[in-house]
């Protein structure tokens, strides 16, 4: 495309909205392969990665190591197929190597590992990717890089104090450079999020850490795009954006439902969970 030439809105998001329901299918269908995997906070994060790794990211899939590029830190690690199928349909390795998931050797771990292409740091441990991409944040402005850095985090993984520890940080040292996203889908492996250890307000609270906030639908394309550019382009203060989802989105026998936290579909319901997803596309 001519640099001169804008792309038209409507275009731009629809284009969005259909990669994130291709990213969708191969969630489902890697996670079925191989009978493993984490399939409800990958649904949910849909929207976000694909707005991210199709829109928002200064990244190069020819050049994962690039040193200029932004920074993605996949903290919820355990939701890593929602980040590997964005990755493979951005051109960072094949499509078909998403069918390695979990398995002896593979570059798709069970959580992120540095080895894999476009992964910025081994992630797994709740709250320890968010503390790295402190970390990095810093690391850029000590430095005088113009990268930015992304790290997704889940609702559940708000109990963990490190994360707070972190967000302390980032407001002491003024990173402006980091944006935070909250996948808010109230569920976590042993139930309501809410009720196993409450952590509303979401918002008011990284606003008291000094941190500029919004509060979206994450399922919204053109609230998550938006959001991402004013994050992306906002100084000042480190940028949090609450976003709530449904965990399992898409797939009507998933959504709200713990029990799939990470379980795989058996054949028929990864036939329906499918046909759901190619139907939302049409």
Known sequence: ??????PDPAARIQRLREIAQQVRFHVVD?????????IGGSLSAAEILTALYFDILNIDPDNPRWPDRDRMMMSKGHACPVLYASLALRGFFPLDELHTL???ETRLQGHPVIKTPGVDMTTGSLGIGFSISVGMAMEAKLSGASYNVYAVLGDGE?????VWEAASAAQKYRLDNLVAIIDRNNLQNDGVSDTIMPMEPIDRKFEAFNWEVRRINGHDMQQVLQTLEEARDFRGKPFCIVADTVKGKGVSFMENQRSWHGSPPNDEQYRQAVSEIQGALV
């Open 30 to 38: 890697m996670v079925h392969h191989v009978q493993s995997g984490h």
């Open 1 to 6: 495309m001519n640099s001169n030439t804008k």
């Open 158 to 162: 708000l109990n963990e104090g490190v």
């Open 102 to 104: 979990r398995q002896f």
